[in-house]
């Protein structure tokens, strides 16, 4: 199906024409394959191309059996040219040919005639003809018991089905044909059938079933050597990517398409991939690319004289001009496409265009006109049952209603298409997945918490700025609530032995491999082994995602989880803050962002500047702290945080005193010092926040609520302290005591490969050791272990004794991928003491699947806080692999840590815990300030890196 860009990234998808479902000879079928296997855009469906039966007629053969077989031939020829003048023409042969099969008694050939009849009738566009004449001949197959020929059959009617929107027909068909062809060990029939099952889940917006069905089918293909429909199957992956947001893998799924389809010379898959390709580009604002690939696209849909398509590629040219702000060539553009879609009676299209129509004369200002063609491509989305597509629409209209002043239309209209983007996304079970999907749809929570704060500010006696607060919790971090909540719910219990062992082979698989590029990267490598090594760990990663939702889709308690619902005020009032706490909450906007700060009976709200201005600040504070070049220039670090802090903490500054602050923060934010930052004027001394506040970082304050479920009533670890420090990395470290050869040692049972250059890139931290040490010396031999050099492994890392202990130490090198979270890390040894490689690669899967229900962890490592950046999602990195492990906090690093100051401050800040008594929250403060009190640490550089994040009670 094709694609069809409208004002926001997404996906118009519509449904094929009927391709040859009765069977043919072998000497037609290669002149048929270009009709049976065209990819429709994006996600093509796909008929079984079928072969006539050979059987010796049952009865002699007279002047009828003849005729009837010349009208049949004669029919088969005219629809092979399949032109308006020759279509009737077959269709009168073969009306002819079934009343001869019917006198004879063929109930073979009649079977296969009205199988014909029935292509002809959806060629024709006359589709509820078509099924009605496929169930006449399905119901000759069942008599016949032709396994084969029922499921062919029931494929073609799901197809059409699919094509007048009734999908659940069409997928009970295709459910019964999938049966029949797998009993029949009919590989090719079965891969269709996944492939079309896949369309329907698509349209149904049920994108975790569509992507598995895809997935089971592309194999099948690959199997059987069927290049051409390899490639029709990959661009649905990529559509659904697309769908999705994950944009770097729909453009590896089309770009393996595209490939195939030059390859194999196909002239309408090269077009369709280029479209879909240029689609990738618009939605992450890549105008000029996607332009370029959209007009070599044009010309190629011309020469095929398709409509749809042609309209396709038009509707997508106008979204690049309408968003380069050139709406004359947007709406003349438009207006091409517009009539093609009728004329093809694509609805899906017809939609797309109207809603594309009304952005343009939005932007030019008629927001009357702009509504007129909202609300027809509305009545066409619902009469579609293209829900993601309503949404879009219905955000539109709420955008336009509020710039004429129709606030509360406005709010009823964008409050319905979150209803539906909330639904939508429960139906993926894939937690990335679901994640990218949210992030893709930020915007419509953004508007809704500006709409919200607009109504403010005209009716502040109203109970919108509390509206607005709750919108914030609902567009952020949803799914860490949710992987919180099944932390507790042990939702592996009841599943398949075999799933699960698959899952934990593929991560020892992504921990070995990612480890061995990491090892190749800092020793002598060639190109061709780093291309090879991260193609391979991406198709592990792929697999291993899939295995993680059936896991999900089958997991008894898993499917008992509801799902976990956002704070309201006075909920994160009564169950998160106390009479010492308040919430800083930020939500970042194009326009301007807005700051709440929530006490125990208050809520307070700010206007901010826009995202850009406060990022490009933040940034600039970041830099000026972290580069080495920049810090040592003092009074610029000063000079910025007092910037940032005017800009973003100046508003709240005389209601903070004293008082512990949770931050929530957004965007860029999430990566600054708020320790760092000052509540202190211009023209006085530079005080950081830390001196008079407790810091707390969160996603949202609804996770505190879920954590505190989860944590409720739990029993307390037997012992105090366990420290993994100072691990060897490097056969070449003098602890190493005999240097084997470098030979292939296995890593792991489940993983023979290994790599050659051992630790190359890893240096030994060697403070790590005196910094363990001094922790240490604070608690009983009884009350403590300490694993350093070879002892801080991979093994002790995840082995059941680290659940004992209330803190659990890791000082070593962290990794961070921010592209792939699973990829990210901490390092333990890498040798043993003969200087063989080992697996010492705690990875973020391995860390989710620890039973580490500890009072607090310590990553004393580099950027251990940070992780991908998803919108709505905040950083996910290690932090949430060990709140999903039990953490009930976790101190994290946001930058490459010094290691002597760290050693400094991590003694500092356990003397608070362990002797002082102090709270987690407090002792960190008070080592941050000890630090900066003297000379040598003053910097923030050295003290303001860590911060908590997780309870603090």
């Not at 996944?194 to 069905?213: T, W």
């Not at 919180?484 to 991560?507: D, H, M, N, Y």
């Not at 290691?899 to 080592?927: C, H, I, S, V, W």
Request: charged share 25%.
């Amino acid at each position: 199906m094709f694609k069809h860009l409208t004002v926001m990234p997404s996906h118009h998808k519509s449904y094929p024409y009927g391709h040859l479902p009765f069977k043919i000879k072998p000497s037609v079928l290669l002149l048929m394959l270009n009709l049976i296997l065209l990819p429709v855009p994006v996600t093509g469906t796909l008929a079984k191309p079928l072969q006539i039966s050979q059987q010796t007629p049952t009865v002699p053969m007279d002047t009828r059996r003849t005729e009837a077989d010349r009208l049949f031939k004669e029919g088969l020829d005219l629809f092979q040219q399949n032109t308006p003048q020759s279509l009737p023409q077959a269709l009168e042969r073969w009306e002819k040919a079934l009343q001869l099969y019917q006198t004879l008694g063929e109930r073979t050939k009649k079977a296969e005639t009205l199988s014909g009849m029935a292509s002809i009738y959806n060629s024709m566009g006359n589709k509820v003809q078509s099924v009605e004449t496929y169930n006449q001949a399905l119901k000759l197959y069942e008599e016949l018991n032709d396994k084969i020929a029922i499921a062919d059959t029931l494929n073609s009617v799901g197809l059409l089905n699919a094509d007048l929107g009734k999908f659940d027909p069409a997928l009970e068909a295709y459910q019964q044909a999938l049966s029949l062809y797998k009993e029949s060990k009919d590989k090719g029939g079965e891969a269709y059938t996944l492939n079309n099952m896949g369309v329907v889940y698509d349209a149904k917006s049920e994108y975790q079933k569509a992507l598995d069905a895809y997935n089971q089918a592309l194999p099948l293909w690959r199997e059987m050597g069927e290049k051409g429909v390899q490639a029709t199957t990959l661009n649905n992956i990529g559509a659904i990517y697309d769908s999705l947001g994950q944009y770097q893998q729909a453009l590896e799924s089309y770009n393996q398409a595209l490939e195939i389809y030059q390859e194999v010379g196909d002239k309408t898959g090269i077009p369709l991939t280029l479209n879909n390709l240029g689609l990738v580009y618009s939605n992450t604002n890549q105008y000029p690319a996607a332009l370029e690939l959209y007009e070599k696209a044009l010309p190629l849909w011309q020469q095929t004289g398709n409509k749809r398509r042609k309209a396709t590629t038009l509707n997508n040219i106008g979204f690049v001009y309408a968003n380069t702000n050139e709406l004359e060539k947007a709406l003349d553009v438009y207006n091409l496409a517009l009539p093609l879609w009728q004329q093809a009676g694509d609805k899906r299209g017809e939609a797309s265009t109207l809603n594309n129509l009304g952005f343009v004369y939005a932007n030019s200002g008629d927001n009357s006109k702009a509504l007129n063609y909202y609300n027809q491509a509305l009545t066409l989305r619902r009469e579609v049952g293209d829900r993601p597509k309503e949404a879009l629409t219905l955000y539109r209209i709420a955008i336009a209603q509020r710039e004429q002043g129709n606030l509360e239309e406005a709010k009823k209209e964008i409050e319905l298409a979150l209803e539906i983007i909330e639904d939508l996304r429960t139906k993926v079970d894939s937690q990335e997945l679901r994640a990218s999907f949210f992030a893709s749809k930020q915007d419509y929570y953004e508007f809704y918490i500006d709409l919200l704060m607009q109504m403010h500010k005209l009716y502040p006696n109203k109970n919108y700025q509390a509206l607005a607060l709750q919108a914030s919790e609902r567009g952020r971090a949803r799914s860490l609530l949710e992987i919180l909540t099944q932390a507790g719910a042990e939702i592996r219990q009841g599943v398949e032995p075999e799933l699960l062992e698959k899952e934990s082979t593929l991560q020892e698989q992504l921990a070995a491999l990612e480890e061995r590029r990491s090892q190749l990267l800092g020793g002598i490598y060639k190109k061709e082994q780093i291309i090879n090594i991260s193609t391979e760990i991406t198709n592990l990663l792929n697999e291993y995602r899939d295995v993680q939702a059936q896991i999900r889709e089958t997991s008894p308690r898993y499917a008992a989880l509801t799902q976990p619902q956002p704070l309201t005020l006075a909920e994160i009032q009564e169950k998160v803050l106390d009479k010492d706490t308040v919430l800083l909450e930020y939500s970042l906007g194009k326009e301007r962002s807005y700051l709440w700060l929530v006490t125990q009976d208050s809520i307070t709200s700010y206007e901010l500047p826009s995202r850009e201005k406060i990022e490009s600040l933040s940034r600039q504070f970041r830099d000026s702290v972290m580069v080495p070049t920049l810090r040592i220039r003092r009074q610029k670090t000063l000079q910025f945080s007092r910037a940032l802090s005017e800009m973003i903490l100046q508003p709240v500054a005389e209601k903070l005193d004293n008082k512990r602050l949770l931050v929530v923060s957004d965007g860029a934010l999430q990566y600054i010092p708020f320790a760092a930052l000052t509540k202190a004027k211009q023209n006085e001394d530079y005080v950081p926040l830390i001196v008079d506040n407790e810091l707390v970082s969160l996603p949202s304050a609804s996770t505190i609520g879920v954590l505190r479920r989860e944590l409720a009533g739990r029993k307390a670890a037997s012992k105090t302290l366990a420290v993994l420090a100072d691990p060897v990395f490097a056969k070449n470290d003098e602890r190493v005591k005999e240097v084997k050869s470098l030979e292939f040692a296995p890593l792991s049972p489940a993983n023979d490969s290994t790599f050659k250059a051992l630790g190359s890139n890893f240096k030994r931290l060697p403070f790590t050791r005196t910094e363990a040490e001094e922790i240490l010396a604070l608690v009983p031999d009884f009350e403590k272990t300490k694993a350093f050099g070879f002892a801080a492994n991979r093994d002790l890392a995840t082995s059941a004794e680290l659940s004992n202990y209330k803190i659990v130490h890791f000082a070593t090198h962290g990794i961070l991928n921010s592209s792939k979270p699973e990829l990210s890390g901490l390092v333990l040894s890498l040798v043993n003491e003969q200087g063989i490689a080992k697996d010492g690669f705690l990875a973020l899967p391995d860390i989710f699947n620890l039973n580490l229900p500890a009072e607090l962890i310590v990553l004393s490592a580099c950027e251990t806080g940070l992780g991908q950046q998803i919108r709505g999602e905040g950083l996910v990195g290690l932090t949430r692999g060990f709140m999903y492990a039990g953490a009930a906090r976790v101190v994290v690093s946001l930058w490459s840590v010094d290691d002597e100051a760290t050693a400094e401050l991590m003694t500092n800040f356990y003397q608070g815990m362990l002797k002082q008594g102090l709270t987690p929250t407090a002792a960190l403060r008070a080592a941050q300030i000890e630090m900066w009190q003297q000379k040598d640490w003053q910097t923030p550089f050295f003290w303001a890196g860590f911060t908590l994040q997780g309870e603090w009670q």
